[in-house]
């Protein structure tokens, strides 16, 4: 000891305080550890996007609430146009980002969105004016705004590791589900200011943790053709998950407007309940977020709120939204978290994964908004048809988490998406040419294989592999699916170390 250096002693002073807390968390409870664990998950990063994310969230109970019931005294069908348009821009987004990412200027982008959220205080003018025209394009104005806010926090929130994404995500429903309690008691007037302010400060919260990655989306390779190579680094736009957004959200749009009262959907206060249940379970457990688990609880609240839809009782229509709204809500939270967390693992996918997501789930809502327009029509009718057409929704949800979801995990969705790598085999060229002659006559592999798999084990991309094989896009991804099947890998990563190790 006496021959140990300072260095050296200071060294291993800092190696016994490193182990001292990860022994003390040990015998702690799960609940006295998430404690301690504070001042590493809440740092005023975390607090800013958890303002945002909040604001961004509430802004649509104060939407839904306060504003939309002001449209049908002048022009009822404003409300299903601008959630289009908030849905359209969304979706246009997700598919540049996937296919043309040259093309988001993000700048201009940037600009863009700020002074269609500008053009949306002309709403409180056109509602005074009773002007159709003018509300409809304030309004449309104000939504695509709006979407470009949505995008803009949730890249922020990316940035987070999942735990804080996990934590992030369940105060902030926490807060939007107090917000929605209080938007049913403020006036009026106070959900339309805070419906056109809480986006600018949303947005003035995140923009600068987001516009690195929309940069890097902006100059980067496009995800539909770097997908060829890394498949498993980006989420199809076909994926279950896209499916499960949009018909969970149809629930949603229905719960909005079934039962409603001068525009204005039935109050569902006790929205609150599953939400701070589920807030309890994460922030005290010290488990992770249980996005299944919560999945299979939604589901189960929303065919009930169909069944309840059926009953001829007094307060079956409350109880069917606020069963509705429940089921939604805990979706919408697993939503959220799933599409953070796949943003945060692959950054050049993170703009298609979201946009696209967000965008078909506004599509439901509105889908799901003329199925409750529907409903009512039907029930006022007292026919039959009200009973079948229940049915079918129950139907519908119940053979969709039967079939549908029989297999599906989104723990496995998040789990799935590798992050893309930028590693390549270090090897003398001999070396690697016998590994790789090796392998392929191992597993199979065709002369055209061995040749693309050489090059993906070199770190070529897509592009570099199709001109030096003149093939066609198709050609290379027929290669790297067949290459992945065969070696029964899943990322290149899986790849790398298969020719490294053996």
């Known amino acids: 000891m006496a021959n140990m250096t300072k260095k050296d002693m200071h060294n291993e002073a800092n190696v016994l305080a490193d182990k001292q807390p990860v022994a003390a968390s040990a015998s702690k409870s799960p609940a006295a550890a998430a404690i301690a664990a504070a001042p590493q ?6 607090w ?13 109970s104060f939407m839904n609430i306060s504003v939309f019931p002001c449209f049908d005294t002048v022009f009822s069908y404003a409300r299903d146009i601008s959630v289009t348009a908030n849905a359209a821009a969304l979706i246009v987004l997700g598919l540049l980002a996937t296919f043309k990412p040259a093309a988001l200027h993000v700048e201009m982008l940037n600009r863009g969105g700020l002074a269609l959220l500008a053009m949306g205080f002309l709403l409180p003018v056109a509602l005074a004016l009773s002007s159709a025209p003018l509300l409809v394009a304030s309004s449309c104005a104000l939504a695509v705004g709006r979407a470009w806010c949505i995008l803009v926090s949730a890249l922020a929130a990316s940035r987070l590791s999942l735990g804080q994404a996990s934590i992030l995500v369940t105060l902030a429903f ?39 990655i929309l940069q890097e989306t902006q100059y980067g390779e496009a995800p539909h053709d770097f997908s060829v190579t890394r498949p498993s680094s980006f989420l199809p736009l076909a994926s279950q998950l896209f499916v499960c957004l949009f018909l969970f959200r149809v629930a949603f749009g229905c719960s909005l407007r079934f039962g409603e009262v001068a525009g204005a959907p039935l109050s569902s206060f006790f929205v609150i309940l599953p939400v701070a249940i589920a807030a309890v379970w994460v922030l005290l457990s010290g488990k992770k977020f249980p996005t299944d688990l919560l999945v299979q609880i939604s589901v189960l609240l929303i065919v009930a709120g169909f069944l309840a839809m059926t009953m001829d009782l007094a307060g079956s229509r409350t109880a069917t939204v606020m069963l509705l709204s429940s089921g939604n809500t805990l979706f919408d939270m697993v939503a959220w978290l799933v599409l953070i967390a796949v943003a945060s693992r692959n950054s050049r996918g993170a703009v298609a994964a979201f946009a696209w997501g967000r965008g078909v789930s506004s599509l439901g809502s509105t889908l799901g908004a003329a199925v409750g327009v529907h409903a009512n029509t039907l029930a006022g009718m007292g026919t039959p048809l009200f009973d079948l057409f229940a049915a079918l929704l129950i139907l519908l949800f119940v053979g969709y988490a039967l079939i549908g979801l029989k297999n599906f995990s989104f723990r496995e969705v998040i789990n799935g998406v590798t992050p893309v790598e930028t590693a390549v085999v270090e090897a003398p060229k001999a070396t690697f040419d016998e590994r790789c002659a090796a392998l392929a006559d191992e597993y199979g592999l065709t002369p055209r294989e061995l040749e693309v798999f050489q090059m993906l084990a070199r770190g070529r991309d897509r592009a570099y592999i199709q001109e030096q094989l003149v093939v066609s896009r198709n050609t290379v991804k027929a290669h790297v699916k067949h290459i992945y099947a065969k070696f029964d890998i899943h990322s290149h990563q899986d790849l790398i170390d298969l020719v490294e190790k053996g």
Do not use: E, M, N
């Not at 007037?189 to 600018?200: D, I, M, R, S, Y």
């Open 41 to 46: 998950l809440f740092t005023a990063s975390f």
């Open 174 to 212: 926490v807060a939007q589900s107090v917000a929605s309690a209080f938007a049913w008691l403020l006036p009026v007037w106070f959900g339309v200011v805070f419906f056109l302010v809480a986006p600018f400060i949303a947005w003035a919260l995140t923009w600068k943790d987001a516009r690195p």
């Open 48 to 60: 800013r996007l958890l303002v945002a994310l909040s604001l961004v969230l509430s802004t649509t």
